[in-house]
């Protein structure tokens, strides 16, 4: 993100100094803040960036310097005169590889961009399910250095070189990573202090706790035939919660049975298994009923 406009706000973060570097720049590299948490893309489409992360909540703290966003163009870490990034893939197939020489001199230009290690995530359908937890380790750390994919994928070897995880954000595929890294770096930066105008609503969103979020409402109170369950509007602060715990605990057995095990391992009674299992049987007999008729 530029920051033009934004520099009478910004004038008591101390900026990191600029260095001499026989690498490539890119020239339109975001102002950086001294000691805030670092977010670094490598990518063949720097321009997509900071793309919705610069709107809202995540868009003003980056022009408060909360955070920072720096993206690394790959291509002119490409080889020969027309800068190739990639090449066909070893043992025959469709499609191009990122070769492994290019994708080093980006990370290489990213390390040496940071004081700090950051840990190195690679976007990729075969990667480990990005989760809430995992958000909240990378918040607590100095930031993350994330590469986006093209084409077939990179080459194995840089990946082990370099040690680089691979997070999927989901079992299907995507042209490029740039929109899974935008995923990833929301998730994470709301997480950080001050960038969330209410942080207490951190721990009442789904996931915070291992369940999905309760339901939602506000005015009217009757909308279309339809009230707002009375509970909530009883002014009874400890049925109000006991409601919404109920409500998320059903939800998740219903709808994430694998959010379910974890939580019931962790939390539940089984006498209250039984009875969120009958409700649920319940609901979706109501359900079934109003279908058929």
């Given at each position: 993100?530029?920051?033009e406009?934004d520099?009478?706000?910004m004038?008591s973060?101390g900026r990191?100094?600029?260095?001499a570097s026989?690498?490539?720049?890119d020239?339109?590299?975001?102002?950086q803040?001294r000691?805030a948490?670092?977010?670094?893309?490598?990518?063949?489409?720097?321009?997509?960036?900071?793309?919705?992360?610069?709107?809202?909540?995540t868009?003003?703290?980056?022009?408060?310097g909360?955070?920072?966003?720096?993206?690394?163009?790959?291509?002119?870490?490409?080889?020969?005169?027309?800068?190739?990034?990639?090449?066909?893939?070893?043992?025959?197939?469709a499609?191009?590889?990122?070769?492994?020489?290019?994708?080093?001199?980006?990370?290489?230009e990213?390390?040496?961009g940071?004081?700090?290690?950051?840990p190195?995530?690679?976007?990729?359908?075969?990667?480990?399910?990005?989760?809430?937890?995992?958000?909240?380790?990378?918040?607590?750390?100095?930031?993350?250095?994330?590469?986006?994919?093209?084409f077939?994928?990179?080459?194995?070897?840089?990946?082990?070189?370099?040690?680089v995880?691979?997070?999927?954000?989901?079992?299907?595929?995507?042209?490029?990573?740039?929109?899974?890294?935008?995923v990833?770096?929301?998730?994470?930066?709301r997480?950080?202090?001050?960038?969330?105008?209410?942080?207490?609503?951190?721990?009442?969103e789904?996931?915070?706790d291992?369940?999905?979020?309760?339901?939602?409402?506000?005015?009217?109170?009757?909308?279309?035939g339809?009230?707002i369950?009375?509970?909530?509007?009883s002014?009874?602060h400890?049925?109000?919660?006991?409601?919404?715990?109920?409500?998320?605990?059903?939800?998740?057995?219903?709808?994430?049975?694998?959010?379910?095990r974890?939580?019931?391992?962790?939390h539940?009674?089984?006498?209250k298994?039984?009875?969120?299992?009958?409700?649920?049987?319940?609901?979706?007999?109501?359900?079934?009923?109003?279908?058929?008729?």
């Amino acid at each position: 993100m530029s920051g033009e406009g934004d520099s009478s706000g910004m004038k008591s973060h101390g900026r990191l100094s600029i260095r001499a570097s026989g690498q490539p720049r890119d020239l339109l590299a975001e102002p950086q803040v001294r000691g805030a948490w670092t977010a670094q893309v490598i990518t063949l489409f720097p321009e997509a960036f900071p793309g919705v992360l610069g709107l809202s909540l995540t868009g003003r703290a980056l022009s408060q310097g909360l955070w920072n966003l720096r993206s690394i163009d790959l291509r002119p870490f490409g080889a020969g005169r027309h800068r190739n990034v990639d090449d066909t893939p070893a043992g025959g197939g469709a499609g191009m590889v990122i070769r492994p020489d290019v994708m080093d001199a980006a990370l290489r230009e990213a390390g040496a961009g940071t004081r700090n290690a950051l840990p190195v995530i690679y976007l990729s359908p075969r990667g480990r399910p990005f989760t809430q937890a995992r958000a909240k380790e990378l918040a607590q750390g100095p930031g993350m250095t994330l590469i986006c994919g093209r084409f077939e994928g990179v080459d194995q070897r840089v990946l082990d070189a370099h040690d680089v995880e691979e997070i999927s954000i989901g079992d299907y595929v995507l042209t490029g990573g740039e929109l899974a890294a935008q995923v990833l770096i929301d998730a994470t930066v709301r997480l950080i202090p001050r960038v969330l105008g209410n942080q207490e609503s951190l721990a009442e969103e789904s996931f915070s706790d291992g369940l999905l979020e309760h339901p939602q409402y506000t005015k009217p109170a009757l909308w279309e035939g339809r009230a707002i369950p009375d509970v909530l509007l009883s002014g009874n602060h400890a049925a109000v919660a006991d409601w919404r715990r109920d409500m998320a605990e059903r939800l998740t057995k219903e709808r994430r049975p694998d959010l379910w095990r974890a939580y019931e391992q962790a939390h539940m009674d089984p006498a209250k298994d039984r009875q969120l299992s009958g409700a649920s049987d319940q609901s979706r007999g109501y359900r079934e009923h109003q279908e058929d008729s």
